[in-house]
């Protein structure tokens, strides 16, 4: 017999999505004839499956310990053999993390082989003791928010289920204000500008153009910045991303005739090509710097109006120093 008990992250779903999660090589069939035949109760009583978990609920399979690990294969992840570094940490406590993403770390992983901010999380929470395998089972922590494989920054996770929630609504309802640092091409002449467009992602080349005109296939996005340093050669803006789309300020910076140094994807290849030879640079200088949390009355209302700051990569923070913007 195994006893699990309902914690703040499994409550609100109904029973048998939580058994689902737990066993999930066992066929549906198979938990509604266990829970009809009283081998799994719900404290202490006979469930039909449709009842809405509570923290503190009781939830008993009297199954052999061989069988629940029959029926749940695949639902934990062993921590890694090798070594896996976990990245710098800005802010930590019970219910949210946030790391600071170097350039070639990626966000979520793209193919079963990669190791992602994610796959790092998950370690981490594992070998510090914050996760359990039976925990990991009905619950997987995870990042909030998306950066580029070269975009460096601030990446928020939830560690439970209500800040992920909560915080994944702040990102979804724009409420949460998301700052970058980049360095583009060329002296920005206005010292601030709100700029909007359309938006148009090619999916098969994985590129966005950007039109003032809106399209049938276009999206509109919104992206505000102001200048810190500026020269002939280059600027050092904050941009205010607003609508947050792919590859947004890239594209949007580039359409007005700034593009971001290092981005080879719609930079200036002559440019980018320097930069390489003279810092071995080869992404864009781009990073997402400032976080800052929106009022709210929810499980997160205890960081309303608090600011996060990743400090700039030590490459970027050379380049800029060099080219006299920092």
Same mark, same amino acid.
Request: charged residues 30%.
């Given at each position: 017999?195994?006893?699990?008990?309902?914690?703040?992250?499994?409550? *609100?779903?109904?029973?048998?999505?939580?058994? &689902?999660?737990?066993?999930?090589?066992?066929?549906?069939?198979?938990?509604?004839?266990?829970?009809?035949?009283?081998?799994?109760?719900?404290?202490?009583?006979?469930?039909?499956?449709? @009842?809405?978990?509570? #923290?503190?609920?009781?939830?008993?399979?009297?199954?052999?310990?061989?069988?629940?690990?029959?029926?749940?294969?695949?639902?934990?992840?062993?921590?890694?053999?090798?070594?896996?570094?976990?990245?710098?940490?800005?802010?930590?406590?019970?219910?949210?993390?946030?790391?600071?993403?170097?350039? +070639?770390?990626?966000?979520?992983? &793209?193919?079963?082989?990669?190791?992602?901010?994610?796959?790092?999380?998950?370690?981490?929470?594992?070998?510090?003791?914050?996760?359990?395998?039976?925990?990991? !089972?009905? %619950?997987?922590?995870?990042?909030?928010? !998306?950066?580029? !494989?070269?975009?460096? *920054?601030?990446?928020?996770?939830?560690?439970?289920?209500?800040?992920?929630?909560?915080?994944?609504?702040?990102?979804? @309802?724009?409420?949460?204000?998301?700052?970058? !640092?980049?360095?583009?091409?060329?002296?920005?002449?206005?010292?601030?500008?709100?700029?909007?467009?359309?938006?148009?992602?090619? #999916?098969?080349?994985?590129?966005?153009?950007?039109?003032?005109?809106?399209?049938? @296939?276009?999206?509109?996005? @919104?992206?505000?910045?102001?200048?810190?340093?500026?020269?002939?050669?280059?600027?050092?803006?904050?941009?205010?991303?607003?609508?947050?789309?792919?590859?947004?300020?890239?594209?949007?910076?580039?359409?007005?005739?700034?593009?971001?140094? *290092?981005?080879?994807?719609? +930079?200036?290849?002559?440019?980018?090509?320097?930069?390489?030879?003279?810092?071995?640079?080869?992404?864009?200088?781009?990073?997402?710097?400032?976080?800052?949390?929106?009022?709210?009355? +929810?499980?997160?209302?205890?960081?309303?109006?608090?600011?996060?700051?990743?400090?700039?990569?030590?490459? %970027?923070?050379?380049?800029?120093?060099?080219?006299?913007?920092?």
């Amino acid at each position: 017999m195994q006893e699990l008990h309902v914690t703040a992250n499994e409550a *609100g779903q109904r029973l048998d999505k939580l058994l &689902a999660k737990f066993l999930n090589q066992a066929p549906k069939s198979f938990l509604y004839k266990m829970m009809r035949k009283k081998n799994i109760v719900l404290n202490g009583k006979k469930c039909t499956g449709n @009842e809405k978990l509570k #923290q503190g609920d009781s939830i008993k399979l009297f199954f052999s310990d061989e069988t629940i690990e029959k029926f749940s294969a695949g639902t934990y992840v062993t921590p890694k053999k090798e070594k896996i570094n976990m990245l710098p940490i800005i802010y930590e406590d019970e219910q949210v993390l946030l790391m600071n993403k170097p350039v +070639g770390v990626l966000s979520q992983k &793209a193919k079963d082989s990669d190791v992602s901010a994610v796959e790092i999380l998950i370690n981490y929470l594992i070998e510090t003791n914050q996760l359990s395998k039976e925990q990991f !089972r009905t %619950f997987h922590p995870s990042i909030c928010n !998306r950066l580029d !494989r070269n975009t460096s *920054g601030i990446l928020v996770a939830g560690k439970t289920l209500p800040a992920l929630q909560e915080m994944n609504r702040f990102f979804k @309802e724009r409420t949460i204000a998301k700052y970058y !640092r980049c360095l583009v091409k060329g002296r920005v002449i206005k010292n601030e500008d709100y700029i909007k467009g359309y938006l148009v992602k090619d #999916q098969k080349t994985n590129k966005v153009s950007i039109t003032k005109k809106k399209t049938e @296939e276009g999206v509109p996005i @919104e992206t505000e910045y102001c200048v810190i340093q500026s020269n002939d050669e280059v600027s050092l803006l904050e941009v205010h991303l607003i609508t947050g789309k792919t590859h947004q300020i890239r594209a949007h910076l580039a359409s007005i005739g700034h593009p971001i140094i *290092g981005d080879y994807k719609y +930079g200036d290849k002559q440019i980018n090509e320097m930069y390489r030879q003279e810092y071995g640079l080869k992404s864009q200088l781009l990073h997402a710097y400032r976080l800052e949390m929106p009022s709210s009355d +929810g499980s997160l209302a205890y960081l309303n109006d608090k600011k996060f700051v990743a400090e700039l990569p030590d490459k %970027f923070i050379k380049i800029c120093k060099d080219k006299g913007v920092l």
